[in-house]
């Protein structure tokens, strides 16, 4: 699966993970999903807003652009990025003025390899500490090796590092998709 066919709520997800952000709430609404982040390094806040909205021909324009901008000053955030399918060329001028990134099915931001990978460590790390209790420190620890047949946490980080080792970015981001997919809390628990 390719980066462009993620949706745009796993696509914010994706970029959470990447950029090693802090996510400290999200919030639906009618019209897509906000996430409230912040840096690890710093505590600049980001607001990362997934759109897909409702009219005719599914265009975030000005007036979506606006509404965020006037969020974003509400809750302090000195960034954005807006998740959507596709843009009007006034919302896309005023995202540019406004400090506003844009992702789209055409453009995803450039990320380096190492980033994608160290994300992936991450989420094994967590997924290994909650299905298992803890994060192995060698192979003859790792209780999906124990068993007759390799866990799929363990297995999608295997294919990740192979990935990584030919520079294969595109299948280290669906590596990563995957992971999230696992993460991902499931309804009525």
Not at 77 to 91: N, Y
Not at 95 to 102: A, K, L, S
């Amino acid at each position: 699966m390719s980066i462009e066919q993620i949706g745009i709520e796993n696509k914010a997800k994706l970029l959470i993970a990447i950029r090693d952000y802090r996510c400290e709430q999200s919030e639906k609404w009618a019209d897509g999903m906000d996430y409230w982040a912040s840096e690890k390094t710093s505590d600049t806040k980001v607001l990362l807003r997934s759109i897909e909205p409702q009219r005719k021909g599914g265009f975030v324009n000005i007036g979506d652009v606006k509404n965020m901008l006037e969020v974003m000053k509400q809750n302090d955030c000195h960034s954005g990025v807006l998740i959507g399918r596709r843009f009007t060329d006034a919302a896309t001028q005023e995202m540019t003025q406004d400090n506003i990134q844009q992702v789209s099915d055409e453009y995803m931001p450039p990320v380096k390899p190492e980033n994608v990978i160290l994300a992936i460590n991450c989420c094994v790390d967590e997924l290994c500490k909650t299905k298992c209790g803890a994060i192995p420190m060698k192979e003859s620890d790792c209780k999906g090796y124990l068993k007759d047949s390799i866990c799929r946490v363990r297995s999608i980080s295997d294919v990740a590092i192979f990935h990584f080792e030919r520079g294969w970015i595109d299948l280290m981001k669906s590596d990563l998709r995957q992971l999230l997919l696992i993460s991902k809390p499931t309804k009525g628990k």
